[in-house]
């Protein structure tokens, strides 16, 4: 194993190379045969429609760069952390993206994100010099203070607006987010950006860039105030931001039935009637006849009445025949006018109603209503800025997700997103799961959240998360049948960015001083303070497998997802070794220092690893 992350640039290759194996030539892509196999669809031209900025080559070359960075349990922080499927992540986005792009590649089924809206007093990370390398922006992203907290000097530049780059290094600091978030989704799956004004054109190219042009699904405009501002400093006055929504592929999504709609409003219920007392219960109707200009088949119907009508109609004469004979007919005008097609209760309240790109404040909530929840969770005011709404969140996920799902958010800010998932969880019985990833930003001093404990905005975060797990707790002490305890999950599992466990060959940065310190990667690979959860963790993680993955201690080596993977980390033995065989896992993965020098012992355990047809590997 190398150690790193996913090679993001190999791989999109090597999906190429699957489908157009003649454009490679000796391993590597042919200019003159894409030239010879595409010309007449290749722009040649140098005018053409992009987006462009300064450090947008950067920008790329950052995400191509892989990470060794790894992912430390945190069980003394968590909630059921052995069976919890929800994850809280603590680091800097941009190198959990890379960390997760191995074992959550094509697996979430839901981003919902409220990045930075670069208003002009954002701090956010990126690079403040285009120049600047790997090396140190690792140093810079990991700077920290005494007690071992980010310091928000070298972490952070504020991206003022009489920057000569202001929208470039907003742009810069998305683009590789959104490219490994896209990694991430499934094929019907759909990613929620919020944003206001400052960004919004900006963004909907990037994301034409990224997800592609016919991925795009809606620009969703949010009532965010509830309130009229009394603004009189602008001609219109701000009470709206926006959701862009797109797919992963928006033919998947239609293909496989995952648009999901609203719960319906007790106004819509009401416009369901019985007047009939059909068996089926209350019901509501659409119209048969076709409307001017829309398309048809045309036949002729006759009333109960026995009045004739010669119309174009929504569909077919076998169609309506079947709803005849199923009682879904109505006719009107006292049995003499057109048909109409019930539409039972029941089944609307099973298919939702449809999401529409305007939401308001009314059904789904507004900053003043998420700051309200936020300090109920707390009972303090002023926590945090601008979070989002429960009502608006939930809606989201509501139209996106089902069950067993994984909803991602990687600017987790005060863990609204989390909160949405529990309590959509709690009211429709879907076991949903959540991974949330935000970076230990520090908190002011004098702010309300230092005060209550909460020294980063991660701390803030992790806290509202246990504080609604309690809320549901107590809830569910108050009502018994309120959900089954055994399919609510009401864990977490916190886990923290970190450096390797293993030693990295620095193939770039090898000395007379350093060699010997080099050297001792290959006979000692693990860091002298290196833990064994810690070290199963990030070689899961390495062979892509999840944070969640089933994990079992056997005698002296773990078990991940019963047996597909086999880790040994405290010592190995013959006998071990044929004990492992017979459990026939798929694949084996032991330190190399453990054979101590017994090379007899490994070149055996290679040849009957390969005998028995597993995949066998050691670091």
Avoid at 35 to 63: P, S
Avoid at 68 to 89: M, W, Y
Avoid at 260 to 288: C, F, Q
Avoid at 313 to 335: P, S
Wanted: net charge negative; hydrophobic share 35%; glycine share 6%.
């Amino acid at each position: 194993m190398d150690g790193e992350s996913l090679n993001i640039q190999q791989t999109k290759l090597n999906e190429l190379k699957q489908h157009f194996p003649e454009l490679f030539s000796e391993e590597k892509l042919d200019w003159e045969k894409l030239k010879a196999a595409f010309g007449e669809d290749i722009n040649f031209n140098n005018e053409r429609y992009v987006l462009n900025w300064a450090g947008k080559a950067d920008a790329f070359k950052c995400l191509q760069i892989p990470t060794t960075a790894t992912l430390k349990p945190v069980s003394e922080e968590s909630i059921n952390f052995d069976t919890t499927q929800n994850v809280f992540i603590e680091g800097e986005n941009l190198e959990v993206l890379k960390v997760l792009q191995k074992s959550y590649y094509g697996k979430v089924k839901c981003i919902i994100i409220d990045p930075p809206y670069n208003t002009g007093s954002d701090s956010f990370i990126y690079p403040d010099s285009f120049k600047e390398n790997k090396k140190e922006y690792e140093k810079r992203v990991g700077d920290k203070d005494e007690e071992g907290y980010l310091t928000k000097q070298g972490l952070f530049r504020k991206n003022s607006k009489d920057s000569g780059h202001f929208h470039s290094n907003w742009l810069s600091m998305m683009y590789p987010r959104l490219f490994l978030a896209k990694n991430l989704l499934k094929e019907d799956g759909v990613i929620f950006v919020h944003i206001d004004d400052n960004e919004v054109h900006n963004l909907r190219l990037l994301m034409n860039e990224i997800f592609g042009e016919e991925n795009f699904e809606s620009m969703t405009t949010w009532r965010r105030r509830h309130n009229q501002p009394n603004d009189k400093s602008k001609m219109i006055a701000k009470v709206a931001e926006y959701i862009l929504v797109y797919s992963k592929n928006s033919n998947k999504l239609k293909e496989n039935g995952t648009y999901y709609g609203l719960p319906l409003t007790e106004d819509r219920k009401a416009d369901y009637v019985n007047p009939d007392n059909d068996k089926n219960g209350a019901w509501s109707s659409n119209p048969w006849k076709a409307a001017v200009g829309r398309g048809g088949s045309q036949y002729k119907l006759v009333t109960p009445t026995g009045v004739e009508h010669d119309a174009i109609w929504y569909g077919n004469e076998d169609t309506f025949n079947d709803y005849l004979k199923h009682g879904r007919v109505h006719w009107t005008d006292g049995g003499n006018g057109f048909p109409r097609i019930k539409i039972y209760l029941k089944e609307a309240i099973k298919n939702g109603q449809s999401a529409v790109n305007f939401l308001g404040h009314e059904r789904f909530g507004s900053n003043q209503e998420a700051s309200a929840e936020l300090e109920s969770l707390f009972n303090k005011e002023g926590l945090f800025d601008n979070p989002k709404p429960i009502r608006l969140l939930k809606s989201l996920l509501s139209i996106s997700t089902s069950e067993n799902d994984i909803v991602l958010d990687f600017f987790a800010g005060s863990g609204s997103t989390a909160q949405a998932v529990l309590e959509q969880n709690k009211e429709d019985k879907l076991n949903r799961k959540f991974i949330l990833v935000q970076l230990p930003e520090l908190i002011d001093e004098k702010s309300i959240a230092f005060q209550i404990g909460c020294r980063t905005i991660a701390d803030l975060s992790k806290e509202r998360i246990k504080n609604s797990i309690l809320k549901i707790k107590k809830q569910k002490e108050e009502d018994p049948d309120l959900f089954d305890n055994n399919t609510l999950d009401l864990g977490l599992k916190i886990l923290k960015l970190d450096a390797s466990n293993f030693k990295v060959w620095q193939t770039d940065d090898i000395n007379e001083e350093n060699l010997v310190i080099q050297l001792d990667a290959f006979t000692n690979p693990t860091h002298e303070d290196s833990k064994e959860q810690n070290m199963l963790f990030e070689l899961m993680l390495k062979s892509g497998y999840q944070l969640t993955d089933k994990t079992e201690v056997k005698n002296k080596y773990y078990s991940i997802n019963d047996n597909e993977l086999v880790i040994v980390l405290e010592e190995i033995s013959k006998t071990l070794i044929d004990e492992i065989l017979t459990t026939k896992p798929q694949k084996v993965l032991m330190l190399d220092n453990l054979f101590k020098g017994d090379d007899q012992l490994k070149t055996n355990t290679v040849l009957q690893m390969r005998y028995a047809g597993i995949e066998f590997k050691t670091i």
